[in-house]
Every structure is written in structure tokens, then in C-alpha cells.
């Protein structure tokens, strides 16, 4: 049968709307949780198990303890095979993004966490900034992506793939892609190649309040084509005059657009606009 693989002697038919794609390559598996830097003080979440061979590796890396939270119901089986002989792990059944915060935040009773998972690539930028935006006890991201969505995450200013959610991930710490994954190690096989990326949470890296200023950088980038005084003033209560002496303030040529600055640079803005 077309998209049906055979896990611990049981049958199983990937399911296209949940975005099904296993990585079953010890070597990458094994990769991905050295990237993550696992050890036996860490508690991990892990989202979309699968088939639970990322969830094997992970727990062979001994941590305190590992939740791993998969939304079909039908893998349970397999999961209960590969899974077998582990006390550090817990497999609960559902949609991440319908699950209360307050729920994930019990499940490592307030301790901090790593978040190591293949996401699906229709629902990852959700996953990721639903967890980054709650006030969760994170210590780090390791996660598979699409190479775009990758590439994007990490890029740099001035390039056709610096956007928002670039400088966004950067204001949260510190982001690298750790490593390029072909299309050919998954099954079923996607149409695009993936990238792991890593980000190291660091708090109160510019002491300044991030649903502020993620709404002020979302503003800088609604238009990408204008510049960076045409976009604030339409989304604040501010006159051209008053954005351009902020800019002239920070040493920003009048007409920049956002993609010219880096996170720094923003954050050097916003507290010069809003006196922070």
C-alpha cells in the first residue's frame, strides 16, 4: 500500500494532513540530540514523535525526563513497542497548540526544559512562537525544519531572507543552523530538504519587554517595500518627524528600511522612540 511502512511488526499508513514524514537514520537521530546537548540534568519536550525514534535516542541520552506529545492516537501502539524498557518518558496524545500552557507548564512541575523535534512543516513557525510567547521555563530549541523556513531564521540583514521572525528568534537568544538534511532521509520522502536549527534561550538578553517590541518589528516589516519612518507611522501614533529624529538619534540614515538593521540596532530604536 502507497505511503504504508512496517514499524515493530506493525503496519502503518502515514497521514498526509498531520504532515507525516519519520526520520529513522541513527546517525542523524543521534546527531540531532548532540546538537541539543542532552544530559542526564534535562527534562525534554518533544513534539510529533512518530514512530519514537527520535524519542529513543533522546532517552538513551538518560535525562530526567522526557514528555513527547503526538497527535495521532493511531501510533500509539508502535510508540508503546519502541518505547519499551524507558522510565524517563511520557507519551500523551494530542494537539500541542489546543493544549492549555498552564497543562505544559505541570508536566515538568515548573523546571526548565529543551525542546528537541521534527516538526511538521504546515504548523512549525506556530508551534515554535506558541512555546517561545507563553513564558515557558525554556532552555533551548532543537528543531527539524524545512531548509526555507531555516535558512530564513537564520539569515542576516540585507538579504532576501531577513525578515521579522529573524530578528525575533535573535532578540531570544542565539540561533544557528547546525546542519542540512536531505529530502532522501525521510519517509514518506518530502518535496524539500530540511536543516536542523538551534536556539539557545538567553533571558533578559536586552532588558526590554518582548510583546512590545515583537509588535514594533512586525510594524518595521509590515511593508517590505517602504521604508522603515513610512511603517511606524502608519502603526503608532507618531509623526514622520519624531521617527526620523529617532533614526538620526541611533545614526540611522532617514529613509532605511528594516531589513537594514540587525537586533541590536532595532532595539537601540525602539528605546530610543519609546524612551526605554
Known sequence: MKNTKEFNGQQFQFKKKFGQNFLSDTNL??????????????NVLEIGPGAGALTKQICLKQPKKVVAVEIDKSLEPILGLTLSGFKNVEVKFGD?????????????KGEPFKVVANLPYYISTPIMFMLL?????LKSFTVMLQLELAQRLCAKPNTKDYGAI????????KVSLTRKVPRTLFTPQPNVDSAIVH???????????YDEFSKFVKASFSMRRKTLQNNLAKHYDLSKEQIVKALTQCGFNEN????SLSCSQFVKLFKTIFNN
Open 199 to 209: 536556539l539557545q534561550i538567553e533571558k533578559n538578553k536586552f532588558d526590554v519587554s
Open 166 to 173: 529573524t530578528i525575533l528568534l535573535e532578540f531570544l537568544g
Open 256 to 259: 532605511i528600511r528594516a531589513e
Open 29 to 42: 537521530l543521534e546527531a540531532i540530540t548532540n546538537d541539543a546537548k542532552i544530559c542526564e540534568e534535562d
Open 96 to 108: 500541542i497548540l489546543k493544549i492549555e500552557p498552564q497543562e505544559i507548564k505541570t508536566w515538568f
Open 133 to 137: 510567547e507563553n513564558d515557558f521555563n
